[in-house]
């Protein structure tokens, strides 16, 4: 059976204010882990890292809101991903901000001495530097750092190795960029999908590069930022999205990378439990965790569960 640690990194210090701190607890109320384990995974649970409280803290640097408690976050966070990748367990990492990918993909990266595909699943960029940013939020830097741009302290967690290479990153269903963010698309020629591109030539394309980083990273990881869903279905993301995907488009899409890459981790980040309707963000995050890493889990299988009267393999 496939092991899986999860660590939970109730960390809000990335972005504004804007509830996400409880990310972590509210998907194990929502039974993440009973959930996991019968889609087949033994789970290791590693609990939370302890982040300090925001009104603890002054802001230093107001181009790096909070750099300090999140760069030592990150590094308690990387450690312990990078030990559990060593020992072979994949690891699922909640957030969170979406700045708790810094130091999960940084810890892996290492860990795999930087063979590590990132398949960034995100209405926004997230690749401002302190010296780019229009609000100083690190949930908008991290993955310009994991690239190897802008503050040393921000992307030399754990080592001063880039941990992410310019041809292992793929952005996925992006639709609010900043200026800078396109410029360094455009300068690097990061492979990006738009939302726009998915609209103008389909679905395709994404499974056809999906598939090609696949071949070239035999490790990927996957950042999925709730915000990249449509409110409609996703109505706890912290910044709610009304251009993203459908239910229909983010299941099938997340059931792709887990049947054709090797995703050996997943943080899943920007839950805001007050903003959620019945539960149904919450449970569409755990569904589409469990489809990254290649099992299944809907209301269809559950309902095939609940209704199964014979076992038509069983001839008696
Ligand atoms: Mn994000």
Redesign the pocket.
């Known amino acids: 059976m496939q092991k899986l640690s999860i660590i939970g990194v109730p960390m809000d210090l990335g972005a504004e204010n804007i509830g996400v701190a409880s990310g972590p607890d509210s998907l194990r109320e929502n039974e993440i882990i009973q959930k996991l384990t019968d889609a087949g995974f033994k789970i290791t649970d590693l609990g939370n890292i302890t982040v300090k409280e925001r009104a603890s803290l002054s802001i230093e640097n107001p181009r790096a809101k909070y750099i300090s408690e999140i760069c030592r976050v990150s590094l308690e966070l990387a450690e312990k991903v990078k030990a559990t990748v060593l020992k072979n367990e994949k690891v699922l990492v909640i957030g969170g901000d979406?700045s708790v990918?810094l130091g999960a993909v940084s810890g892996a990266s290492v860990a795999l001495s930087g063979n590590l595909g990132l398949i960034y699943i995100?209405?926004?960029g997230?690749m401002n530097t302190s010296k780019t940013t229009l609000t100083g939020n690190i949930?908008?830097m991290h993955l310009a750092s994991l690239l190897g741009f802008g503050d040393k302290k921000l992307k030399h967690i754990l080592d001063t190795t880039v941990k992410v290479k310019k041809d292992f990153l793929l952005l996925i269903g992006g639709n609010d960029f900043d200026k800078a963010e396109l410029e360094l698309v455009r300068n690097e020629k990061l492979d990006s999908i738009f939302m726009k591109d998915i609209l103008s030539k389909g679905f395709y394309q994404v499974f056809e590069k999906i598939t090609m980083l696949s071949k070239n990273a035999s490790n990927i990881w996957v950042?999925l930022?709730l915000?990249s869903i449509d409110s409609v279905y996703a109505p706890a993301a912290a910044m709610p999205n009304k251009a993203g995907f459908t239910y229909r488009e983010i299941t099938i899409l997340c059931e792709e990378i887990g049947k054709s890459c090797n995703v050996m981790g997943v943080d899943l980040?920007?839950y805001n439990q007050q903003f959620d309707v019945n539960e149904k963000t919450a449970e569409l995050a755990i569904e589409l965790i469990i489809k990254l890493f290649g099992s299944n889990y809907s209301w269809y299988t559950k309902y095939l569960e609940k209704n199964k009267t014979h076992d038509w393999n069983n001839k008696k």
């Open positions: 979406h990918c995100d209405a926004h997230d949930h908008g950042s930022d915000d980040v920007e």
